[in-house]
């Protein structure tokens, strides 16, 4: 049976099956293997911070991993909860639930669907640089934030949510340090940052989770050792499949979590499709962005059905994948069966790991997160960049990261209608035009380039997009000069597109100049301005002949109307 997909919309995994090899499949299994070992611990760990337990950060690994390299549109991702997702999913948990959770995830994901088939991949790529430095980094320092009671072993009932709080009950609690716990999560950030420069084909934070189990089951059971706790003495972790859960969908529900889905929906679709975009950088090849976010979707619909979190592409195991000689979504698809045979046979060996070790892997992904080197970088550019950057920073660590990246897009949108605003330059010329540097200008005849203005015609000039912060800045000029110009010629050849408030400010233009017994004529209008011109009034009120294709024609006809404005005031006179 072969399958038939639009063409927009085809995943990596059928079009790389054409030519899949014996040599290929090897790679991708040995790909996959390693893939899937380096998840698990990260896994355990997001589903730990995120406030659930760390099976379904797990089942989370599996399920959208699966689907995700099943639908995705690159050949090399690899999806999975990751970090960047800890802070809203642990924010959801605790104001509304893991019912909650479910919803928004699902939400979440139908939004990325609706963004995939809607052909939004590019256009989600265009979002500010400096709101996603921003807000990885508020991530990166909340999530190191969180780590503390477990990295240090502090002697804590609960850790407040609020970020200053917290570290004030930090401080305050600092007195009941257990010095093993402190000893192997320090230990454990050691291992990560020293195994990559012995061997990059050894993950880190897997080499740290095996060789801390095994020192803090030895100090529990041989040496007496007392206060280091792991995962048996906080969850227990079943070795069996996920069963399927109805999730309860109400009208009010919805409308309360949708803010949140719809955060959850950008962070997956941002992340995923940087993800992407770096691998394509690495392996040579170009990833299908919308059928990518189809994949995200579909991941995050399915997930919650079975107590898994919200799911995206992850960087860290792309490029480990990427690294190991991955070539197809068949590794990511191994990646996902090594997980569940994890579960299945070793599952209750995860029960020894120590919860300072997994601390000390989250404090080195949020180190990793944090991207401190660039987040200078972009602070010393201009005062805009680092406003934006600031805002969605600071807005990220003290409230959430909904505010931050809602607050952080109105910012950065202000800034580019004001850059906008700024570069579009109005220009008022009489007398004569000089045009020997135009693509208009008559090359070889000295005399056509430059035009003689009938006396009464003024000439104005919008260099840039006639939009609504341009069209007051038009409408300004036109009050300033405030002469009585018997026709104005307005140049827009340079005017890429108008909207809807620079079509009424035209039409107004139009309209009082009539009134006024002053003529109006258009010049160098392109096609795509000329289109939304013709869903206007302004035709009609001028009149086709004076919607001119070029400055000659324009002058041409003003010379026109100059005659008929003259005759008529001779006639007036003899008439006197």
Not at 85 to 112: D, H, K, N, S
Not at 152 to 170: I, T
Not at 401 to 423: H, N, Y
Request: hydrophobic content about 50%; some cysteine; proline content about 3%.
């Amino acid at each position: 049976m072969h399958l038939q997909f639009p063409k927009d919309f085809r995943p990596a995994f059928f079009t790389t099956l054409k030519n899949y090899n014996k040599k290929k499949f090897a790679a991708d299994l040995m790909s996959g293997l390693i893939v899937g070992i380096v998840a698990l611990p990260l896994a355990i760990a997001f589903g730990i911070a995120s406030g659930v337990t760390p099976e379904k950060g797990i089942f989370t690994a599996v399920i959208a991993g699966f689907i995700i390299s099943f639908l995705g549109g690159s050949n090399v991702q690899i999806g999975g909860p990751t970090g960047a997702f800890i802070v809203i999913v642990y924010g959801i948990v605790e104001q509304f639930g893991i019912t909650g959770l479910a919803i928004a995830t699902v939400l979440a994901g139908v939004m990325l669907m609706l963004m995939g088939f809607l052909k939004l991949g590019s256009v989600i790529r265009f979002i500010p640089y400096p709101i996603v430095v921003g807000f990885t980094a508020g991530i990166a320092l909340t999530i190191f934030s969180t780590q503390m009671k477990d990295f240090f072993g502090l002697q804590m009932d609960k850790v407040p949510s609020d970020f200053f709080q917290k570290w004030q009950a930090y401080f305050q609690h600092f007195s009941s340090i257990n010095v093993w716990a402190a000893a192997i999560g320090i230990v454990s950030v050691i291992i990560i940052f020293v195994v990559p420069k012995i061997s990059n084909k050894i993950p880190g934070s897997l080499v740290a989770l095996i060789l801390m189990t095994i020192a803090a089951y030895l100090l529990k059971n041989n040496l007496g050792v007392q206060g280091i706790e792991t995962i048996g003495d906080r969850f227990t972790i079943k070795n069996e499949l996920p069963g399927f859960a109805a999730i309860g969908f109400n009208l009010e529900s919805v409308r309360m979590l949708f803010p949140s889905a719809f955060t959850i929906a950008m962070l997956g679709a941002i992340e995923s499709l940087l993800s992407a975009t770096v691998a394509d950088g690495v392996i040579g090849k170009k990833h299908n962005s919308n059928m990518e976010l189809v994949a995200q979707g579909a991941a995050n619909i399915v997930v919650p059905f079975f107590g898994g979190i919200p799911a995206t592409g992850a960087i860290a195991r792309t490029m480990t994948n990427i690294n190991n000689g991955g070539k197809t979504p068949v590794a990511g698809i191994v990646h996902a069966v090594v997980l569940l045979l994890v579960v299945l046979f070793l599952g209750n060996l995860t029960k020894h790991i120590p919860m300072a070790c997994l601390a000390g892997v989250l404090v080195v992904v949020a180190y990793n997160m944090s991207e401190w080197r660039t987040f200078l970088s972009l602070s010393k550019q201009s005062k805009s960049t680092l406003a934006v950057l600031l805002t969605t920073f600071v807005l990220t660590v003290v409230f959430d990261l909904t505010i931050a990246i809602e607050v952080g897009l109105l910012l950065a949108i202000f800034i580019f209608l004001k850059r906008m605003t700024d570069s579009t330059q109005v220009s008022v010329t009489m007398d004569k035009l000089d045009i020997s540097k135009e693509i208009e200008s008559h090359s070889g005849n000295l005399q056509d380039e430059v035009l003689y203005l009938p006396k009464g015609v003024e000439v104005y000039e919008i260099d840039g997009p006639f939009f609504f912060g341009v069209a007051n800045k038009f409408d300004d000029i036109m009050r300033e000069l405030g002469d009585k110009a018997r026709v104005r010629i307005i140049r827009m050849r340079k005017v890429p597109f108008i909207d809807s408030t620079g079509l009424k400010n035209l039409e107004t233009l139009c309209k009082s100049s009539k009134k006024e017994k002053i003529d109006v004529i258009l010049s160098g209008v392109n096609e795509t301005v000329r289109a939304a011109l013709e869903k206007s009034d302004i035709p009609r009120l001028l009149g086709e002949e004076n919607i001119c294709s070029n400055i000659h024609a324009a002058v041409e006809r003003a010379n026109v109307f100059t005659k008929e404005i003259e005759r008529i005031s001779h006639t007036h006179k003899r008439q006197n």
